[in-house]
């Protein structure tokens, strides 16, 4: 039961944390990011812990949640710090609601049933995440004895020298002698939290009532659902990056100190889980440099937002380089270059991957597309950043997969099917919360609203 | 929040939390989605997928095999990859370091059990090598990769190929086998 109890106690000091840097958020903002802030504070100090020669285990481990879950709960309660419930707190019932809450707890007990009940089947799962957290678990080190065996290709290798917050995460799990959960018990934890905090969010602007319908379309969006039973690394990653985005572009609007906060603790802990997420951080100081020129302010947040970004992206290709000593290869072209047929062949794919029979996505892309015409003059005048960083982090993320060597890295179609359609979870969210929240949207909604509540 | 016209919309307050829906218009409202949600799921082939696969198929699957241990599960999946994981697995002790024929003899028609063929399997080091860690694994394929190979424990024997490796004659050789180079006395587990 060790898990339970690190998934508890890590739970415990990342909702005190946010509570004490962002007092004024909702209880279920605090809830929901609480996981995902303490896991990335877990792996951050098993780095530490990794440079100074500190065995990982789950002592030290523990001892690690142990001295700053006591620490802020002194703080906490030597300041009197408490949360206040608010209006923005409560959540409206009604029948219709409740309806929504109980098939997502239906789906939820599904997709969890089969999570716990296969073991790790994933093939990128047994050769590399879930291999190298028993790794961790048993030698108490990141610099574990795989790197001192040979490697069929550099992809085997690759998946070793991911950035770590999916192999703690699962390592975690291995870390008791007879496991009762196996390691996809973190994932559910991690899309629990991703589902409180985006309904939060979006009841930051709509009603409950919708925000709870479009919470359920974002988290059936059929391949993305699929992967909470997957042990892999991609669902963690769209959860960090698109919560760190969504929290940027409320920073934009309402420049609250503490979006700004949450927004960059989680764009680093998304880099903490895959180095693509840098991407990103480029999207992300496009739309802040935009509002740079446009308010002729916050200079100071581009620069810090994207500093952090490069300097973890960085700083964990030099710990790979030169603490482990592990080089994968070079998959992509380090120029420009320009290649009209794999250009085309690489956007028709993407396209028909995105749209073709809504298989993957569901009603995910139509419905942005349909919803981003309707407000596109809108869009165009106001400048709003959220439909601009979804097409700007699409296009950024899909030209990664011009820049790969295919040469090296193997077949565009192969790569594309696999890797790229997994990595678009990361604008799932974002898509529908641009869906909920466009102006288009609010006034639709505001008429439901006014024929419902009338 | 902040109000402000040029970015995201702010949801009306009053409408959110002083006035409550009428029962009826609840009711309307919970058919409406209701239906809508019925027709998304039936006619869409992603989210039909979902249901009907993802969460159906699987949920039955699972309620009628309750109790199928982690060997069973994995053989479920894996089939005899799994299968014969598990009989190395019991029979060489954790420190173990297994020679393993080539990986292409798992594929070769020959081969005495029908190992996966496409992505993962026995006939995959490192894919293996999740199973039985700790012990270290060294296929015959990989032999010039090494920069140091540790000394072999254990020979894993099919088709007649790893019998020459061990330090003793074996009196009944098997198509799959796991055997010390060393003779000992200890009677392998029986095969799954």
């Not at chain 1, 990335?40 to 030290?60: D, F, Q, S």
């Not at chain 1, 923005?88 to 019932?93: A, P």
């Not at chain 1, 994932?187 to 939060?200: D, E, Q, R």
Request: aromatic share 16%; net charge positive; with cysteine.
């Amino acid at each position: 039961m060790i898990i339970i109890a690190f998934l508890i106690s890590i739970l415990a000091v990342g909702t005190l944390a946010v509570h004490v840097w962002a007092q004024s958020i909702t209880l279920l903002e605090k809830l929901g990011l609480g996981l995902l802030i303490g896991l990335g504070y877990v792996t951050i100090m098993c780095v530490c812990m990794e440079l100074i020669h500190i065995p990982i285990n789950a002592g030290t481990i523990g001892l690690c949640v142990a001295i700053p879950l006591t620490a802020l709960s002194y703080y906490l309660y030597k300041n009197k710090i408490t949360h206040t419930i608010t209006d923005h707190d409560k959540v409206q019932l009604s029948i219709p609601f409740v309806l929504m809450l109980a098939f997502l707890i239906y789906i939820w007990y599904g997709i969890s049933y089969k999570a716990l009940y296969w073991p790790v089947a994933e093939y990128d799962s047994i050769t590399g995440y879930d291999l190298h957290a028993k790794m961790i678990a048993r030698e108490g080190t990141l610099k574990t004895s795989i790197f001192t065996y040979p490697y069929h290709s550099s992809y085997d290798l690759a998946r070793f020298i991911y950035p770590p917050l999916t192999t703690v995460m699962f390592s975690l799990s291995y870390m008791e002698i007879d496991p009762i959960f196996n390691t996809k018990i973190m994932m559910l934890g991690l899309a629990l939290s991703f589902i409180i905090t985006f309904f939060a969010l979006l009841r930051k602007y709509i009603s409950d009532l919708w925000a709870m319908f479009f919470t359920i379309f974002t988290i059936i969006t059929p391949e993305m659902f699929s992967h909470i039973s997957l042990a892999l690394t991609n669902l963690p990653n769209a959860i960090y990056t698109s919560l760190a985005l969504l929290y940027l572009v409320i920073w934009l609007q309402d420049k609250k100190r503490e979006h700004f906060i949450i927004a960059i603790v989680l764009l680093s802990i998304s880099l903490l889980s895959r180095s693509d997420s840098i991407v990103y951080v480029l999207a992300s100081a496009l739309v802040i440099g935009i509002d740079c020129i446009k308010t002729r302010k916050y200079w100071i947040p581009l620069v810090v937002y994207t500093m952090v970004g490069f300097a973890l992206f960085i700083g964990w290709n030099m710990y790979v380089k030169y603490y482990i000593g592990a080089n994968a290869g070079d998959f992509f072209v380090k120029t420009l270059f320009w290649d009209s047929e794999k250009f085309t062949k690489i956007f028709s794919k993407a396209g028909g991957l995105m749209l073709g029979d809504g298989l993957l996505y569901g009603l995910t892309f139509y419905t942005f597309l349909i919803i981003l015409a309707l407000n596109f003059k809108d869009i165009v005048l106001q400048i709003r950043y959220l439909p601009i960083l979804c097409i700007v982090a699409w296009l950024l993320y899909t030209l990664l997969y011009y820049q790969i060597d295919y040469s090296f890295a193997g077949s565009i179609d192969a790569y594309l099917n696999a890797s790229y359609k997994r990595g678009l979870f990361n604008i799932v969210p974002l898509c529908w919360y641009f869906v909920a929240t466009s102006k288009f949207s609010q006034i639709m909604l505001e008429k439901a609203n006014t024929f419902l509540y009338k | 929040m902040e109000k402000n016209k040029k970015s995201l919309p702010v949801k009306d307050i009053k409408i959110n939390e002083a006035k409550k829906m009428p029962f009826v218009k609840q009711i309307l409202c919970t058919v409406a989605i209701a239906l809508l949600l019925l027709a998304v799921f039936k006619e869409n082939k992603g989210y039909n997928w979902l249901w009907n696969d993802l969460i159906h198929e699987n949920l039955k699957f699972i309620n009628k095999n309750k109790n199928l241990n982690y060997t069973e599960k994995m053989q479920a999946k894996f089939g005899a990859d799994a299968a014969l994981i598990e009989y190395i697995k019991k029979n060489t002790p954790d420190n173990a370091v297994i020679a393993f024929p080539a990986g292409d003899s798992f594929l070769s028609a020959n081969a005495p059990y029908k190992f996966i063929q496409g992505l993962g399997g026995i006939k995959v080091r490192v894919w293996t090598q999740n199973f039985l860690y700790p012990r270290t694994l060294v296929y015959e394929h990989e032999l010039k990769k090494w920069k140091n190979i540790p000394q072999i424990t254990h020979v894993v024997c099919m088709n007649g190929w790893g019998y020459d490796q061990l330090e003793y004659e074996v009196q009944t050789r098997n198509s799959f086998d796991v055997l010390p180079v060393k003779y000992t006395n200890r009677q392998n587990l029986p095969m799954p």
